[in-house]
């Protein structure tokens, strides 16, 4: 009895790993083609029952989630190394190939947190489980695509060839331009008031993110937190 359970789990996971094939791509060009509209669906997907909510296109998370693990598997693929300066909690952190994904998946749920609590801040909404999920599910599909950019500009960076190097600082640019662009447009569509106000609240939100993930790395890179230096 538990093997034929353990059958359909498979054979549903299965179905749903293809399904992916066909429902990730579709995603991707719309959140890149049509982010504004895309985002604005999230409110509308939350109207319909659970089972139905996101049936043709995924859900923010996971899709984040996958394009994390879609630029993983281009750097499997280069055969690129993780740095090697890792202290022993960024050894045991980044070793396990479960364990990577979720931290790089969580480093880039930092920005759409931060931007869902600045959000709700200024509506002056009480901030909890419920009102922080409609706004960090739209902010999610927003930072996908800077997540396979910025990811795989990292990658070629660290190929340490210097065609490759400009090619990813070029990709990390342009996914920086692109996501201060649609962030300020969905902060304006959210808040009213004009461009230049949204404008800087998007950079903060950006700074915000950029200190939090180099404050953690900085963390996994030093020996200070496992070895103290000692006069």
Same mark, same amino acid.
């Given at each position: 009895?538990?093997?034929?359970?353990?059958?359909?789990?498979?054979?549903?996971?299965?179905?749903?790993?293809?399904?992916?094939?066909?429902?990730?791509?579709?995603?991707?060009?719309?959140?890149?083609?049509?982010?504004?509209?895309?985002?604005?669906? *999230?409110?509308?997907?939350?109207?319909?029952?659970?089972?139905?909510?996101?049936?043709?296109?995924?859900?923010?998370?996971?899709?984040?989630?996958?394009?994390?693990?879609?630029? =993983?598997?281009?750097?499997?693929?280069? =055969?690129?190394?993780?740095?090697?300066?890792?202290?022993?909690?960024?050894?045991?952190?980044?070793?396990?190939?479960?364990?990577?994904?979720?931290?790089?998946?969580?480093?880039?749920? *930092?920005?759409?947190?931060?931007?869902?609590?600045?959000?709700?801040?200024?509506?002056? *909404?009480?901030?909890?489980?419920?009102?922080?999920?409609?706004?960090?599910?739209?902010?999610?599909?927003?930072?996908?695509?800077?997540?396979?950019?910025?990811?795989?500009?990292?990658?070629?960076?660290?190929?340490?060839?210097?065609?490759?190097?400009?090619?990813?600082?070029?990709?990390?640019?342009?996914?920086?331009?692109?996501?201060?662009?649609?962030?300020?447009?969905?902060?304006?569509?959210?808040?009213?008031?004009?461009?230049?106000?949204?404008?800087?609240?998007?950079?903060?939100?950006?700074?915000?993110?950029?200190?939090?993930?180099?404050?953690?790395?900085?963390?996994?890179?030093?020996?200070?937190?496992?070895?103290?230096?000692?006069?």
């Amino acid at each position: 009895m538990d093997f034929l359970k353990l059958l359909r789990s498979l054979e549903e996971f299965l179905y749903e790993a293809m399904t992916w094939l066909v429902i990730y791509p579709r995603t991707l060009w719309r959140v890149i083609r049509y982010p504004h509209a895309t985002s604005r669906r *999230v409110e509308a997907e939350f109207e319909k029952p659970p089972e139905q909510r996101f049936a043709n296109v995924l859900s923010p998370p996971l899709f984040l989630m996958l394009s994390v693990l879609a630029a =993983h598997g281009l750097e499997v693929a280069l =055969h690129v190394a993780l740095p090697s300066e890792l202290n022993d909690v960024g050894r045991a952190l980044l070793g396990n190939e479960e364990l990577l994904l979720l931290y790089r998946s969580i480093t880039f749920s *930092v920005w759409p947190l931060t931007a869902s609590v600045f959000l709700l801040s200024k509506k002056g *909404v009480p901030i909890d489980r419920e009102s922080l999920r409609k706004p960090f599910f739209a902010q999610c599909y927003l930072i996908s695509p800077c997540a396979i950019a910025m990811s795989t500009a990292a990658v070629f960076i660290r190929m340490l060839r210097p065609g490759m190097i400009l090619l990813g600082l070029g990709m990390f640019l342009v996914a920086c331009i692109w996501y201060v662009l649609v962030q300020t447009r969905w902060l304006q569509d959210e808040l009213g008031g004009g461009w230049g106000r949204a404008h800087w609240a998007t950079l903060r939100i950006l700074g915000i993110g950029l200190f939090v993930n180099s404050a953690v790395a900085f963390l996994l890179l030093s020996d200070l937190i496992v070895k103290p230096q000692h006069s």
